[in-house]
């Protein structure tokens, strides 16, 4: 199947620990995007990726960091969790001017 | 800088009633604007977009159309169904949707009771 994929679908974790989160798309985009959707159902772009080059990067602590090894991939990686991350967390990507195509979303929990 | 603003939930409606969210936006420049459906414990799926002022979206008996005047984008069903339950966003993108973001509304929950 075409898509965008994420793994864990679920991640829970304590608070202080460094965790990632792996985004892939075999659609062939060029761009690719991270958001956050907290408990009231609250989107925000966090990160986006254009060929490996970092497009936007909001407001974002630094403990996130997006890593793309490769065009088709676009990891999110959390060091020193603290309770406030907690949320869902969407990858996105797209094709140049175009619609972004959602993968399903991983819901972290920070204890 | 770009916002989105539309209807808080929840909605609630009866099977085959007529369904409308509002939403407006403020933005620089000639956004394009989309609708987003998210069914529980699933990801964002495109429900429709436009691009240009005038143009109007369709999708799954969904319609929205894009008002430059009125800095609109009102989402709107005739006769909505059960499964048609979701949250709903309209977002919008100052490049069509591609290298840049989206700004999103903070979503409307819809129910729909049989």
């Known amino acids: 199947d075409t898509a965008v994929s994420q793994t864990p679908k679920y991640l829970v974790t304590q608070m202080g620990n460094d965790k990632s989160i792996k985004c892939e798309q075999n659609?062939?985009?060029?761009?690719m995007y991270w958001y956050k959707q907290d408990s009231k159902k609250f989107l925000k772009i966090m990160f986006s990726?254009?060929?490996?080059?970092?497009?936007i990067n909001e407001t974002v602590p630094n403990r996130f960091s997006p890593k793309s090894p490769d065009k088709a991939h676009l990891n999110l990686h959390i060091n020193s969790l603290e309770l406030g991350d907690s949320a869902v967390y969407f990858c996105?990507?797209?094709?140049?001017?175009?619609?972004?195509?959602f993968g399903p979303g991983t819901r972290l929990t920070v204890l | 800088g770009n916002s989105v603003t539309q209807m808080e939930g929840p909605v609630t409606l009866s099977e085959e009633a007529f369904l409308t969210i509002n939403c407006t936006y403020t933005?620089?420049?000639?956004?394009?604007l989309f609708w987003y459906v998210q069914y529980p414990g699933e990801g964002l799926q495109l429900l429709l977009k436009?691009?240009?002022?005038?143009d109007k979206g369709s999708n799954k008996g969904f319609e929205a159309t894009y008002r430059k005047e009125t800095t609109s984008f009102h989402l709107e069903k005739g006769s909505v169904q059960v499964s048609d339950s979701a949250v709903y966003f309209c977002?919008?993108?100052?490049?069509?949707?591609?290298?840049?973001?989206?700004?999103f509304g903070k979503g409307t929950h819809l129910i729909i009771q049989p």
């Open positions: 996105a990507s797209s094709p140049r001017d175009s619609e972004q195509f």
């Open positions: 659609l062939g985009h060029d761009t």
């Open positions: 990726y254009n060929n490996k080059e970092l497009i």
């Open positions: 933005a620089t420049g000639y956004p394009s």
């Open positions: 436009a691009t240009k002022a005038d």
């Open positions: 977002a919008l993108s100052d490049q069509g949707g591609g290298a840049d973001g989206l700004t």
